[in-house]
């Protein structure tokens, strides 16, 4: 039972275009979602976080969007650079304020930015 | 400034052998450690969470096995290992705020 899904394993978009990745989740008591990014052989980084009091959340080119009743959340990045190119991690916690909370994550997605 | 530091960062073990992979943490004290996998194909998956010394949450049933014996350090563990248990394992911590700090991973392979 998957509460965290990414169902686009892979995208590709061109230099300069908008990415858009999206992560659906069916656990109501998610209250905080989180994207990370992977590279090759290397831990994930934290790369945006928004709380599920906020629908919108805006970090340099990186814009997470929360869309509480459809239970769905998307990244953008604007403009994308080939330097984007990584697995993007979706991630949800559902224990807002307590000290002992676990990140549920999506399977990921491949993105690909080309020159 | 926190630090984790994971290793090995690559290991071939045959199967049957034992495991042992260490995690440690610098510059916080009584983090939240956890132990990721990352199986081809699949996403990352929670394999054992700590709150505290000798204080260990198994999230699935498994071939492994996990222990803090200090605040900062977490091992993982295994008596015998199974092909199945090949991946790439990560550890992490979290403190007060929100958002893990990701280890660089090992990338075990069990020949």
């Known amino acids: 039972d998957q509460q965290v899904k990414q169902n686009s394993p892979s995208l590709s978009v061109q230099e300069g275009r908008i990415s858009i990745l999206n992560c659906d989740y069916t656990?109501?008591?998610?209250?905080?979602f989180l994207w990370y990014k992977k590279y090759p052989a290397e831990g994930p980084t934290f790369l945006i976080s928004?709380?599920?009091?906020?629908d919108k959340n805006e970090d340099g080119r990186f814009t997470v969007f929360l869309n509480k009743s459809a239970k769905h959340l998307s990244l953008h990045i604007v403009p994308s650079q080939p330097g984007d190119s990584a697995v993007y991690f979706c991630?949800?916690?559902?224990?807002?304020?307590?000290?002992?909370?676990?990140?549920?994550f999506g399977k990921g997605t491949l993105l690909t930015v080309n020159p | 400034s926190q630090t984790i530091h994971q290793w090995p960062a690559t290991l071939v073990q045959p199967v049957g052998s034992p495991l042992s992979l260490e995690c440690t943490v610098e510059?916080?004290?009584?983090?939240?450690l956890y132990w990721y996998r990352q199986a081809a194909g699949r996403g990352l998956q929670l394999l054992f969470y700590?709150?505290?010394?000798?204080?260990i949450s198994s999230e699935v049933p498994q071939n492994l096995s996990a222990s803090r014996p200090q605040d900062r350090q977490f091992i993982l563990s295994s008596k015998k290992l199974l092909l199945s248990d090949s991946g790439f394992y990560l550890c992490?911590?979290?403190?007060?705020?929100?958002?893990?700090?990701f280890g660089s991973g090992t990338r075990l392979t069990v020949v």
């Open positions: 992490a911590w979290s403190g007060v705020n929100y958002g893990y700090t």
């Open positions: 656990n109501s008591m998610f209250d905080y």
């Open positions: 928004i709380s599920s009091i906020k």
């Open positions: 991630a949800a916690s559902a224990n807002s304020g307590g000290s002992n909370y676990k990140l549920t």
């Open positions: 510059g916080t004290s009584n983090p939240n």
């Open positions: 700590s709150v505290g010394i000798g204080q």
